[in-house]
């Protein structure tokens, strides 16, 4: 029997001209966006995973020898660039290029990037340049495609959180997969060899996207084309939204963006203070049954994940091949070579008898623990338990606070002012988890209500915005890491994570204290 929501999903989907395929019981073009966001996030994050320890690590190891300071400073300039540029994307596709055309420019920019810091080894101005083009691109792609998940649903639907919740798997398979092949290439191969790979999945994903555009109907259409498209009535009746309504609503898509800030803040120390403390304070060098154990354990989270995007990969083909055989094609491709570069990761680790855990291999545990959990999360907002935006938010940032402070209990033993120690990585194991709850209780929300609350002819600005505001925590954020060995040496390390928890602490109090306003002024939009 077909629920009523399914009924406002199909029909959504007829009067958009989008392919009524259905995946686990979504659009199939959902699935068409995971896997180009999945590519774009593999090569964003395996960079990104690889930039802070490369310019700190000596010149005899290929390095740049910058100190930590510096290093924070620039990745705080780096990604926070990255998230301000969308605001410029967001309005360039809703007045000029319509979002598909923006994801195919942003794509290509950031493989042009990649390739050009492939070449850092001949000349730092390759470094250099490869940023500028990774921050342009992802300006024209990021804010684009998230627009185009959330225009795949009507707003009522309760798919829709699930959608993103999906989509916010892709993302977070990319990244695992990036930080960890990448991040591995990289430090125990070259590293140019690492900005490089990071390239070559950005090429497939463009590729894979390009030649899917049919399915999604009439969205994202060049901007000419889609003033003519007619719309359904649906879509039409936002234009009598009461302006105290679209007012009051922007201003908790507002709120929610300030919060945002606080949570990311803390959440974007992984590859600053967080990557800083794994090289120079956690016990990486292991031996005897802990090497063994670690082995097994990186075998298994190498293989694991890939085999589950496999899946997915798999139940669109058998829904999509017909119509976009290309599109799987070369989606197939790059599972390929990611397959051969998992295995060769695993028979290289296992056949060394040394067991060194790369800096970079921490990072991947907030990507694993979202790909593990993101469906049960899923199931819990559409089926258990599914409290108001607010709440949903505060707990986010309440678990980024509780990830620090066990981050702050466990570097009670590093004396004030030490270079280096040997903490257990329990520590950062735990941190990464608690993070994630949070981040699962937060980001994909975020994307979520943007789109519910925003008006659609404002909506590519708005994520534009929604951006910016991680633009921001990611300035802020860098720049108080920065200061960690001021901080270490004036007070102890474990003090420097207590600050760092209680900032998104003090957000999430705020958020509980005006729920209910908040829920209000929403105006029946859940």
Not at 39 to 62: D, H, I, K, P, Q
Not at 403 to 429: N, R
Request: glycine letters at 10%.
């Amino acid at each position: 029997m077909v629920s009523k929501q399914d009924e406002l999903l199909v029909k959504h989907l007829s009067n958009r001209g989008i392919d009524q395929a259905m995946v686990m019981d979504h659009p199939a073009s959902l699935f068409v966006l995971f896997f180009t966001e999945m590519w774009e996030r593999f090569s964003y994050y395996g960079m990104r995973a690889l930039l802070t320890v490369f310019l700190v690590s000596e010149l005899v190891n290929g390095g740049w020898a910058w100190t930590n300071e510096e290093a924070l400073k620039l990745y705080g300039i780096y990604t926070g660039l990255v998230y301000l540029t969308p605001l410029l994307g967001g309005m360039i596709a809703d007045r000029f290029t319509g979002y598909r055309k923006a994801i195919l420019i942003g794509a290509l920019v950031m493989t042009l990037g990649h390739a050009s810091m492939a070449l850092e080894g001949f000349s730092e101005n390759f470094f250099y340049i490869g940023l500028l083009f990774m921050i342009l691109g992802n300006g024209m792609f990021k804010p684009n495609i998230s627009s185009m998940v959330g225009q795949l649903y009507p707003d009522t639907s309760s798919k829709k959180d699930a959608g993103y919740t999906i989509f916010y798997m892709g993302i977070n398979a990319g990244a695992f997969l990036g930080m960890l092949l990448c991040g591995y290439i990289g430090e125990k191969i070259g590293w140019h060899y690492g900005f490089g790979l990071a390239g070559v999945f950005m090429f497939f994903g463009m590729l894979q996207f390009f030649f899917a555009q049919k399915i999604f109907g009439v969205i994202g259409q060049d901007v000419t084309i889609a003033k003519k498209s007619e719309l359904s009535a649906e879509e039409n009746s936002e234009v009598e939204t009461a302006p105290h309504i679209v007012r009051d609503r922007l201003i908790v898509v507002g709120v929610l963006m300030v919060a945002s800030i606080f949570f990311f803040f803390a959440f974007e120390q992984a590859g600053g203070s967080m990557t800083l403390f794994a090289k120079d304070y956690t016990q990486r060098a292991l031996t005897g049954d802990s090497a063994t154990f670690f082995k097994w354990v990186d075998a298994i989270l190498t293989i694991f994940p890939i085999a589950i995007v496999t899946y997915v990969l798999v139940g669109l083909a058998k829904k999509i091949y017909a119509k976009y055989p290309l599109t799987i094609i070369f989606t197939a491709i790059s599972f390929v070579i990611i397959w051969g570069l998992g295995i060769w990761k695993v028979n290289r680790e296992f056949s060394l008898e040394t067991t060194e855990v790369t800096v970079s291999w921490f990072q991947i545990l907030n990507s694993f623990f979202i790909i593990t959990l993101a469906s049960s999360f899923s199931k819990i907002w559409d089926k258990v338990w599914n409290p108001s935006g607010p709440v949903k938010f505060a707990m986010g940032l309440i678990f980024v606070a509780v990830g620090f402070f066990a981050l702050s209990y466990g570097s009670l033993s590093i004396p004030d002012g030490a270079k280096t120690a040997s903490v257990s990585m329990i520590w950062l194991i735990l941190a990464y988890f608690f993070h994630t709850v949070g981040e699962l209780c937060l980001s994909p929300v975020g994307l979520s209500y943007v789109s519910k609350l925003s008006p659609k002819k404002f909506v590519g600005v708005l994520f534009g915005l929604w951006f910016t505001a991680s633009a921001i925590a990611n300035f802020i954020g860098s720049w108080t890491g920065a200061y960690i060995d001021k901080i270490s040496e004036m007070y102890s390390i474990s003090t420097f994570f207590i600050i760092i928890a209680g900032v998104p602490l003090f957000a999430a109090l705020m958020l509980l204290l005006f729920n209910r306003k908040l829920v209000k002024m929403m105006h029946g939009i859940k």
